[in-house]
């Protein structure tokens, strides 16, 4: 088995609610709600769901930029889960994040080089001659010219920006970066060449990526296998393969096929009912009941926990939990 470079268990993150002059406390957002996986060395896992699931906070909680509620973070086998900012400084050299927008996430009062350089001085003692030797790789490396470094932020496109974060996110030469919804910002003809630049890069650096995206097409491209949230929760986990030719998972069915083809007729697909409840007051039992054509009296009443329904294909519902792939035709 590859080496396990991340390992996350039960992991919860809760916002508390305040109210009144005191603040007290009322109630809290479940933005991630008991959430485990692990990811080895070398692969990506994606993450896909509808904006609220608690992707993006899930990202920010794994790098500790966000402190979990509970739960633990293990990286390269170490318990990252409580240490001080001081003790995590070691980590931020081989946890890195590609951020959503390349414009919003880059000082636009910095030079390119002192934008890619900085990590190196925060993080390391090299020398300036040492940082401009990376800083000129690493900006030939991702598709730009050494000329470049000299320019600002605004003189470039976006998928031009795009790339400059990510030569800002690799100079520290991490070994686990998470990227969230990376091209989501960019023009559809630029998304596909950052992609395929990110997975010549993992194959060349041997990275290992946790790809957050609400699109299934892109997570399709990049994953090796995925995770399917929805309100704080996986509904579903299980290699690409597995996910896109045999999902589940009646939620996971519905984000397939709301996937927009030529191939097939629109208007013949359901399309997926309603918005995601407020975290703040999530329905009981499970949490997907309430948009679910097929939920009945058990899901109402108990959370379906995330069971391995085949071979690394875990699923969380009742209808296939209890009564097996038997009433599989009843989900399509």
């Known amino acids: 088995m590859p080496e396990t470079i991340l390992e996350v268990n039960h992991v919860k993150k809760y916002f508390p609610i305040t109210s009144g002059l005191f603040k007290r406390t009322v109630g809290h957002v479940k933005a991630v709600d008991d959430i485990s996986f ?10 896909v769901g509808e904006s609220g699931s608690g992707k993006s906070t899930l990202g920010r909680v794994v790098l500790r930029l966000l402190q979990a509620t509970e739960g633990e973070i293990c990286f390269k086998g170490e318990d990252i889960t409580s240490h001080s900012q001081r003790k995590l400084k070691p980590y ?4 890195q994040m590609v951020f959503q927008d390349p414009f919003g996430s880059l000082n636009p009062k910095m030079s390119v080089k002192e934008l890619i ?23 030939v490396k991702v ?28 100079i520290t030469d991490p070994d686990f970066i998470v990227c969230d919804e990376p091209v989501s ?6 998304q596909a060449q950052v992609l395929n630049l990110m997975k010549d890069l993992q194959e060349e650096l041997g990275l290992t990526y946790l790809f957050i995206s609400h699109d299934l097409n892109v997570v399709n491209h990049m994953s090796d296998r995925v995770a399917v949230m929805y309100l704080g929760k996986i509904v579903e986990l299980a290699s690409k393969e597995q996910l896109y030719q045999n999902p589940l998972h009646p939620y996971t069915k519905s984000l397939l096929q709301a996937i927009p083809s030529i191939d097939n007729d629109q208007a013949n697909k359901e399309s997926l009912s ?27 009443e108990h959370e379906p926990a995330l069971v391995e329904v085949e071979p690394q294909h875990y699923v969380a519902c009742h209808l296939i939990n209890d009564q097996g792939k038997g009433r599989e035709d009843e989900i399509q």
């Open 38 to 47: 692990s990811i080895h060395k070398g692969e990506t896992l994606g993450i």
């Open 92 to 95: 931020r050299e081989s946890m």
């Open 117 to 139: 350089e900085e990590p190196l001085i925060v993080q390391t003692k090299l020398s300036r001659e040492e940082r401009r030797k990376k800083a000129e790789a690493l900006i």
């Open 143 to 170: 598709g730009l010219r050494k000329s470049d470094l000299q320019k600002y932020p605004h003189e470039f496109s976006g998928g031009q920006r795009q790339r400059i974060s990510i030569a800002r996110t690799l």
């Open 185 to 190: 910002a960019l023009d559809v003809s630029i």
């Open 274 to 300: 309603g918005d995601i409840p407020n975290p703040a007051n999530p329905p009981s039992g499970c949490s997907f009941r309430t948009r679910c054509p097929l939920a009945h009296e058990k899901c109402a």
